[in-house]
């Protein structure tokens, strides 16, 4: 049995890692991670210790923001 592996877009992806939502947003991953830690945050998910951005809701809160 052979195991297909799947190539995603990051247009197509619901979640993004970090890394993902760095280059897909031009910020810093360290920016990211900052930004992450507010308890305001509404754009992550954690699983057990990894950490992933809601896409679109990071997008909505890009088009808000003034300044990151």
Known sequence: MSKEKY????KDKVTLSIEEA???????VNKIRELTKSPFCDFIICIGQKTLIKRELFEDYIKRATSV
């Not at 190539?7 to 990051?10: A, D, L, M, P």
């Not at 760095?22 to 810093?28: D, L, Q, T």
């Open 7 to 10: 190539e995603v877009q990051i």
């Open 22 to 28: 760095a280059a897909y947003s031009g910020i810093g």
